[in-house]
């Protein structure tokens, strides 16, 4: 059976936490949930679809390179946004961060078990709060809601986290440590 799964950092608890009561008021206000169904996180490997019997072998590659790392530190500075869909919380750009994205993407396409294709965009770090079900007539009443607002949080980054979308949520399948 295939699954959708992709490859993240995700947010300690109480960052989730104030990231849902946010998702939740887009939900309420705008009627947009599709950001509720995954937790507080910065993507590094987008989503793809994968042959379940392929699972362990990416809980292995994930763990082998998790435990060539080192922690890090991850600030969130504000909100921003991709117009006229998406609002986020930004993630400042560091050394750690991209190198991490770099290096384990091209680890795992260099291992061509796995089914990730290379990701064309240029790497932006972020924590979404509303995404695609955010009507472009209501973005801009949203944006003038957050684009003021402040918000500031550091955390240290200590693993990988491997995601599977279960036909509605995304969950944490398995979570790597770093050094």
Not at 62 to 76: A, G, H, L, Y
Request: aromatic residues 12%; hydrophobic residues 45%; positive net charge.
């Amino acid at each position: 059976m295939a699954w959708m799964y992709f490859i993240a950092v995700v947010a300690p608890k109480e960052i989730n936490e104030e990231v849902l009561n946010w998702k939740l008021f887009m939900k309420d206000r705008f009627d947009c949930s599709v950001a509720l169904r995954s937790p507080a996180h910065i993507t590094l490997i987008p989503p793809s679809w994968m042959e379940e019997t392929l699972e362990k072998k990416l809980m292995e590659a994930i763990t082998n390179f998790s435990i060539e790392r080192w922690q890090f530190k991850i600030e969130v500075r504000n909100f921003a946004a991709f117009k006229p869909r998406v609002i986020y919380l930004d993630v400042l750009t560091n050394k750690s961060l991209t190198e991490l994205h770099t290096q384990l993407q091209g680890r795992l396409l260099n291992a061509r078990l796995f089914p990730i294709k290379p990701d064309d965009r240029p790497f932006h770090p972020h924590i979404t709060i509303a995404t695609r079900d955010l009507r472009k007539k209501d973005f801009q009443e949203a944006w003038e809601v957050f684009k003021e607002k402040k918000f500031d949080a550091t955390w240290m980054a200590n693993g990988i986290s491997l995601l599977r979308h279960d036909q509605k949520n995304w969950n944490v399948l398995f979570t790597s440590q770093f050094k």
